[in-house]
T-cell receptor, first 115, second 113 residues
Framework: GAVVSQHPSRVICKSGTSVKIECRSL??????MFWYRQFPKQSLMLMAT?????????EQGVEKDKFLINHASLTLSTLTVTSAHPEDSSFYIC???????????FGQGTRLTVV | AQSVTQLDSQVPVFEEAPVELRCNYS??????LFWYVQYPNQGLQLLLK??????LVKGINGFEAEFNKSQTSFHLRKPSVHISDTAEYFC???????????FGAGTTVTVRA
């Protein structure tokens, strides 16, 4: 199946700094990618839909200035957590679908800890 | 958008016993259904999917699921579980016209010797 690579897998940052997470589709082109946030023992919460060459579409309640998404190419989307605070600590996962008739492929996830 | 309900939040099961994880979806329009497994601190791995065709779907690691349109269900089963099946399981759905997936709340399966 298709491969989605997410980096880094773990990151620890100081409160007030920004962190960038990368999501790459390795063997297919993804015009649309998705960013999720997952709290412990909970399901995935869709944060935003990343669209290549255009602005991301954010879900209700997600701060677009806090979570910056850039989808500059057909194989790379980035999520930047700006001015991170301890409450931003979470597991972030990206995914992409090759087309509507296939499943979503997920990155390995990024464990963000803000201290 | 689809709504997905996983009826069991936790399922403890003994090794080599069968397991069934229940999933119901909301929409009556054409729907695609998926089961994913997640191990700690990892992304999601596809177990199986229903897009069309046979309502009995076989997946990896001995799992299977049955699409039941009249009951809007897509329950996951395995006849004999292993310790290594201990994980979080998510049911997901999308319409045939939307890239977005809707996830259930997840079911934690704990397999004991």
């Amino acid at each position: 199946g298709a491969v989605v690579s997410q980096h880094p897998s773990r990151v620890i940052c100081k409160s007030g700094t920004s962190v960038k997470i990368e999501c790459r589709s390795l063997d297919f082109q993804a015009t649309t990618m998705f960013w999720y946030r997952q709290f412990p023992k909970q399901s995935l919460m869709l944060m935003a839909t990343s669209n290549e060459g255009s602005k991301a579409t954010y879900e209700q309640g997600v701060e677009k200035d806090k979570f910056l998404i850039n989808h500059a190419s057909l194989t790379l989307s980035t999520l930047t957590v700006t001015s991170a605070h301890p409450e931003d600590s979470s597991f972030y996962i990206c995914s992409a679908r090759v087309d509507l008739n296939t499943e979503a492929f997920f990155g390995q996830g990024t464990r963000l800890t803000v201290v | 958008a689809q709504s997905v309900t996983q009826l069991d939040s936790q399922v403890p099961v003994f090794e080599e016993a069968p397991v069934e994880l229940r999933c119901n979806y909301s929409s009556s329009v054409s729907v695609y259904l998926f089961w994913y497994v997640q191990y700690p601190n990892q992304g999601l791995q596809l177990l199986l999917k229903y897009l069309s065709g046979s309502t009995l779907v076989k997946g990896i690691n001995g799992f299977e699921a049955e699409f039941n349109k009249s009951q809007t269900s897509f329950h996951l089963r395995k006849p004999s579980v292993h310790i290594s099946d201990t994980a979080e399981y998510f049911c997901a759905a999308s319409s045939s016209e939307d890239y977005k997936l809707s996830f259930g709340a997840g079911t934690t399966v704990t397999v004991r010797a």
